[in-house]
């Protein structure tokens, strides 16, 4: 049973460029979240979505956008980067079956750095 | 001020040793969660605390949810060098709302 999966693990971008990160959730979830966490920080939330919509969103500016295809996987995009962008991002997923309680399961993350 | 507050911020311990992680909110707790996070990897759920005063266990780690103080308590007994890494709590304020996290303790356990 794969875990959710993220990628790639790293990546390097330039300040002003675009970036695609890429998520597939846990067999049998249907809710993806998008974290950022900065060195030193707890994650903060950035998007949740589902049925392919976004549900819920975080304190982030319009350039951070992203997608839900009917897979369930997603991809979070960041246009005109900023070096205040460099940091982890993990993405999690989850099944609203579950019950209004139900634990995050996380993938790995993808370390971008702007430079 | 933060929403959620972790304590303390770093804890280095000997092995063997007991130790304990606070969490308190500044908002009512609907639901709890703790994560432990290795460096620079994802996190991995440990255990998940309902509304109402709550306590679980599994293998040396326990965790409990004071409803009244709006806190919670990770509490490791007899600590290993695999307990080491970065614990996080979750909070989920209405049942409803994306999780908000603490910024974190980080655990060295020393020989």
């Known amino acids: 049973d794969a875990g959710v999966t993220q990628s790639p693990t790293h990546l390097i971008k330039t300040r002003g460029q675009q970036v695609t990160l890429r998520c597939s959730p846990k067999s049998g979830h249907d809710t993806v979240s998008w974290y950022q966490q900065a060195l030193g920080q707890g994650p903060q939330f950035i998007f949740q979505y589902y049925e392919e919509e976004e549900r819920q969103r975080g304190n982030f500016p319009d350039r951070f956008s992203g997608h839900q295809f009917p897979n369930y996987s997603s991809e979070l995009n960041v246009n005109a980067l900023l070096l205040g962008d460099s940091a982890l991002y993990l993405c999690?997923?989850?099944?609203?079956?579950?019950?209004?309680?139900?634990?995050?399961?996380f993938g790995n993350g993808t370390r971008l750095t702007v430079t | 001020s933060q929403e959620l507050e972790q304590s303390p911020q770093s804890l280095i311990v000997q092995e063997g040793k007991n130790l304990t992680i606070n969490c308190t909110s500044s908002k009512t707790l609907y639901g709890l969660y703790w994560y432990k996070q290795k460096y620079g990897e994802g996190l991995i759920f440990l255990m998940m605390?309902?509304?109402?005063?709550e306590e679980k266990s599994h293998e040396k780690i326990t965790a409990k949810l004071d409803e009244k103080k709006q806190q919670s308590s990770l509490h490791i007994t007899a600590s290993q060098p695999s307990h080491a890494g970065i614990y996080l709590c979750?909070?989920?304020?209405?049942?409803?709302?994306?999780?908000?996290f603490g910024k974190g303790t980080r655990l060295s356990v020393i020989a």
């Open positions: 605390l309902q509304k109402g005063g």
């Open positions: 979750g909070a989920d304020h209405s049942g409803n709302t994306p999780l908000v």
């Open positions: 999690a997923s989850s099944s609203l079956g579950e019950g209004r309680l139900r634990p995050l399961h």
